[in-house]
């Protein structure tokens, strides 16, 4: 602050003068001399810890709890790190933490780390309801699975809040009320397109336009809440994404039968209603739409790994059979749109450290896994000597070399931020 003032009055001055003109100089008493410049000038960084959550678990599926921060082998890129803070967390309570200290520096003022607060037990969920890709014939489904989350994931000490992307309005900030999750479930309602509705939907370069803007709402919204998370650390952080998934290009086949169909009628010729030629520009589809959803995805993950949060998606429809009876899909059609959701679910949750129920209705038995995955962690953190501080994307390997036999899960990289930008542009 006072360097900043000092500047800012020198600059003043300097400007005062520039304005009043330069005041005549006495040759027989020419100004002092000035100082030469420095070459040893301050430059200050700021550097952040980069910290992992760390599941360890032994070959029968328990947790491992007695490990010790000297336990942890830490590699980004290859370059072993020094474990710097060490957060136990088992059963929800947290042990043995251990604050870093300041990075060793030759130059420039690091400011002391910040005290720990008292309120560093329990667990942060975010749920995110992504209605504009839910079903409402499946909303009854819905709000039985938000119930169980209220009853067998959240609990008392358990931070939360709850956004929706769609008309169920739902804006429930960070709080520890479960009440509000009641307030929640009686809103939510599934606001997807129907299969019937994607063939009639108006056909851009892209495939369905109205698809894409759902698409890039959801993910936006989702972004926004994962930026947030940023601020929040040595805390486990689960975000609950509940959605059916996205596919850029569904029914391809019958979205281009529908469009002849409707060209026919345009250019039907002759008293017996024989339709003429089909129009060989009315081709519809998009050729990009698998690569531009795995960028879009690749988006989302990468700024779930800066924030140190896992993605745990969860598709509400369960085991789907085939199509409704007034839907006009071919059932090979359908089957390959409902792999392409599950699929993009799977990528937010493999990429992210978390997992994907998908394909199955024991949602009691997922939301354990989770309860338990939350309750029983180590958070492990270092201060990155990449051998390469320009590199945007960083690798992140833990082992324990003490002890065989133990299974690790976490994080595999992170990515340093770019400059804001809106996602998808």
């Known amino acids: 602050m006072l360097l900043s003032a000092m500047f800012s009055l020198a600059l003043l001055t300097a400007v005062t003068i520039t304005a009043q003109g330069t005041p005549p100089q006495n040759p027989q008493n020419p100004p002092p001399a000035q100082p030469p410049a420095r070459s040893d000038q301050v430059i200050r960084r700021a550097i952040d810890v980069v910290t992992t959550d760390v599941v360890v678990r032994d070959n029968a599926g328990q947790f491992v709890a007695d490990l010790k921060k000297e336990d942890f082998d830490v590699y980004e890129d290859g370059v072993k790190q020094e474990v710097v803070s060490f957060v136990l967390t088992h059963g929800g309570r947290t042990y043995n933490q251990i604050v870093p200290a300041a990075p060793k520096q030759r130059e420039g003022i690091i400011l002391p780390p910040a005290r720990p607060t008292n309120d560093a037990a329990g667990r942060i969920f975010i749920i995110f309801v992504d209605d504009l890709h839910l079903d409402f014939r499946n909303t009854g489904r819905i709000r039985d699975l938000f119930k169980k989350i209220s009853t067998e994931l959240v609990h008392e000490g358990d931070m939360f809040s709850v956004v929706s992307t769609g008309p169920s309005s739902i804006e429930i900030p960070l709080n520890y009320d479960r009440r509000r999750l009641d307030e929640a479930m009686k809103k939510i309602a599934g606001n997807a397109l129907k299969p019937q509705e994607l063939l009639e939907a108006p056909e851009g370069a892209d495939g369905p336009a109205e698809l894409k803007y759902r698409a890039h709402v959801a993910f936006s919204t989702a972004y926004d809440m994962l930026k947030g998370l940023e601020q929040v650390h040595n805390r486990r952080k689960a975000f609950i ?16 039968k529908a469009v002849n169909e409707r060209f026919a009628r345009l250019t039907q010729t002759g008293e017996d209603g024989t339709s003429g030629d089909v129009n060989p520009f009315s081709q519809v589809g998009n050729r990009f739409a698998e690569a ?10 990468r700024q779930a790994n800066r924030a140190n949060a896992s993605l745990y998606t969860i598709d509400p429809r369960g085991l789907v059979g085939g199509p409704d009876l007034d839907e006009k899909i071919d059932m090979v059609e359908w089957q390959k749109y409902i792999t392409a959701t599950q699929n993009s679910l799977r990528t937010l949750a493999d990429l ?24 029983d962690y180590y958070i492990v953190g270092y201060y990155s000597s990449n051998p390469d501080p320009l590199k945007k994307r960083r690798k992140i390997e833990v082992k324990i070399s003490s002890r065989k036999g133990l299974n690790l899960f976490h994080r595999s990289e992170y990515r340093l931020r770019p400059p804001d930008k809106p996602i998808g542009r």
């Open 241 to 256: 994404y509940i959605s059916n998934g996205y596919d850029f290009n569904p029914f391809a086949d019958s979205r281009q």
């Open 292 to 301: 531009d959803l795995v960028a879009e995805l690749a988006e989302l993950t």
């Open 352 to 375: 992210t450290g978390g997992i994907a129920v998908v394909s199955t209705n024991d949602f009691s038995k997922a939301l354990k896994r989770i309860d338990a995955e939350t309750s």
